[in-house]
């Protein structure tokens, strides 16, 4: 039986990541976020779209968390744009809310998607203009105050 903390699937693949998830809480989004986490292996690209508050920094922390990352330490990216955090693999969080689309070049994110022992997340990936190789979309929509539908897809 599910406990109250698990978030609601709908999710025909329960071996992966992928499939459509209510959550019930910042902690529920952390939670789906942190198991995702625990099993990326490296390259893989996360393109994080939603409104303001939707729980894309949740989302990134909860990543973190499943890489060994103290998720305390990540922070949105606003205003540099990308931070790099240590742990059993890199990872990039990126923040495009204070670009125009494609304002990205010259920033260096294809070596950044390229790299195969890194895992990159992206807040406003809409503004990138771009799909990298191995990009997951998540999408983030309000069912209600408290409530998020969580689309995980390739």
């Known amino acids: ?32 976020a942190k198991r995702i986490g625990e099993q990326i292996k490296g390259g893989e690209v996360f393109l994080l779209k939603g409104d303001l508050g939707a729980g894309k920094t949740v989302f990134a922390k909860g990543l973190a968390a ?9 922070t949105s990216p606003t205003f540099t744009l990308i931070n790099l955090h240590e742990g ?23 070596e950044i998607f390229d790299d195969e022992k890194a895992v990159t997340v992206i807040e406003w990936a809409e503004r990138l203009g771009i799909v990298p190789e191995h990009a997951t979309f998540v999408e983030m929509s309000y069912v209600s105050s408290s409530e998020r539908r969580i689309r995980v897809s390739d």
Request: net charge negative.
């Open 66 to 74: 499943g890489l060994g990352i103290n998720p305390a330490d990540v």
């Open 88 to 110: 059993r693999l890199r990872l990039y969080h990126i923040d495009l809310y204070r670009l125009d689309g494609g304002a990205h070049q010259g920033l260096g994110l294809e």
């Open 1 to 32: 039986m599910k406990s109250a903390s698990e978030p609601e699937t709908r999710n025909k693949k329960p071996e992966t990541y992928f499939g459509e998830f209510i959550t019930r809480s910042a902690e529920e989004t952390f939670g789906l």
